[in-house]
C-alpha cells in the first residue's frame, strides 16, 4: 500500500499511523508545494492520499485508488479531476472538540472568570456576591440556535440540554422534534429562526447553497443581546453584512473561529478579514482552532486507518464522499 500524507495539516496525522494500518504500508510525507521531480513523482504513484485538497495543479495519480481528506470538508477537493476509480472519503471526529469549545465560548460570556480573577487581584471585590449590581449571567435557560444538525450539531445540542437550554435547529432535511430539539425550522424559514435564539451557531458545511446563508435579512431579525457563533466555514455568513451589524451593535457579539481569508506562502501573518473585526470588541476571534485537539487526531487517524485497510481488502468503505467506479 502506497500511501501519502500530503501537506503540513495532513502530516500531522501522520505518526504512528503505520501501526494503525499495518506494516504493508509504505508511507511518505510530502510537502504542500510538489517541487522535486522525485515528490511528484510519489504523489503520482500513490495508491491512497491524505491530503486537504486536489486540483490542476497537482500531479495525476495513476493508481489512486482512495482519496482521504484529515477532515469533514471537501470543497477544496476537485472531485470530477480525480480518477474514476479512486474513492473519496472524508472524517469527523470533531464534533467532540467543537462543541466543547463552543459550550466554553458561550459560558465565558456569561461568568467572567478571567475578569473576575484579574480584578480580585487589584482588591477589586466587583462580583462579590450579595448585591443585584454584581450579578453576572447564566445559560440556563437561554436558546441556543442550531444552523446545521449534522454531526457538530447533535454534540452541540446534548452539551446544550445538559446546561438547560433550549435547542432550536433549522436543517435543509427535516428534524423532529425530540429529547434534544424543542423546536425545529426548514431553512425557507431562517428570519423566524435567527430571531427566536439568544445563540446561533452555524456549523453547515460550505456549498454553493450555503455560502451567505446568513445575511443581512436574517442577521437584522436577531435580537439586539443574541450572539453568533461560527463554527462551520466562514464564507457562510455574509462577511460586510456581519461586520456592519457587529460594528453598528445591532446584535450583542460574535464568536468567530472559521474565517474569510486563511494564512498563505505570500502572507503568513494575514488578518483574517478584509475588514477590520480586530478593531470591534464585541468579537471573540480565534484561529480556526475549534476541532483541533489531541482527540480529534486520534480520532481521525484511527478512521482513515480503517478506511485503507478496507480499500485493499475490497470492504466497504465508511464516510463515503464519493464511490469510486471499477
Not at 11 to 40: C, H, T, W
Not at 159 to 184: C, G, Y
Not at 256 to 264: A, G, K
Amino acid at each position: 500500500m502506497r500511501i501519502i500524507f500530503h501537506g503540513e495539516n495532513a502530516a500531522s496525522f501522520s505518526q504512528g499511523f503505520d501501526k494503525l494500518v499495518g506494516p504493508e504500508a509504505e508511507i511518505r510525507i510530502l510537502p504542500d508545494a510538489l517541487e522535486a521531480a522525485a515528490d511528484r513523482e510519489a504523489y503520482a504513484a500513490a495508491e491512497a492520499i491524505i491530503g486537504v485538497k486536489f486540483d490542476a495543479g497537482l500531479p495525476m495519480p495513476r493508481d489512486l485508488r482512495l482519496f482521504h481528506v484529515p477532515g469533514a470538508g471537501y470543497d477544496a477537493v476537485d472531485l470530477a479531476r480525480l480518477p474514476p476509480q479512486t474513492s473519496v472519503c472524508n472524517c469527523f471526529g470533531h464534533e467532540q472538540a467543537i462543541s466543547e469549545y463552543v459550550m466554553s465560548a458561550l459560558l465565558s460570556r456569561a461568568i467572567p472568570l478571567a475578569d473576575a480573577d484579574a480584578r480580585l487581584r487589584r482588591g477589586d471585590w466587583a462580583y462579590w456576591a450579595g448585591s443585584p449590581e454584581r450579578v453576572h449571567g447564566e445559560i440556563a435557560g437561554q436558546t441556543i440556535g442550531l444552523l446545521g444538525f449534522g454531526h457538530i450539531g447533535k454534540a452541540i445540542a446534548r452539551r446544550a440540554k445538559a446546561f438547560e437550554m433550549t435547542v432550536h435547529v433549522a436543517n435543509r432535511s427535516p428534524v423532529a422534534t425530540s429529547d434534544l430539539v424543542d423546536r425545529a425550522f426548514g431553512l425557507d424559514e431562517l428570519a423566524a429562526f435567527c430571531g427566536s435564539v439568544d445563540a446561533l451557531v452555524v456549523s453547515v458545511p460550505l456549498t454553493a447553497d450555503t455560502t451567505g446563508i446568513v445575511g443581512r435579512k436574517e442577521l437584522a431579525a436577531m435580537k439586539h443581546d443574541s450572539v453568533i457563533v461560527n463554527v462551520g466555514r466562514g464564507a457562510t455568513i455574509d462577511e460586510t453584512a456581519l461586520f456592519e451589524a457587529l460594528r453598528d451593535r445591532r446584535i450583542g457579539g460574535a464568536i468567530i473561529d472559521t474565517w474569510y481569508r486563511y494564512p498563505n506562502a505570500g502572507e503568513p501573518h494575514i488578518l483574517p478579514s478584509r475588514l477590520p473585526f480586530h478593531e470591534l470588541s464585541n468579537v471573540l476571534m480565534t484561529p480556526h482552532m475549534s476541532g483541533w485537539t489531541s482527540g480529534t487526531i486520534r480520532r481521525r487517524q484511527q478512521v482513515m486507518a480503517d478506511n485503507i485497510r478496507r480499500c485493499f481488502s475490497g470492504t466497504a468503505l465508511v464516510n463515503v464522499v464519493r464511490e469510486g467506479r471499477p
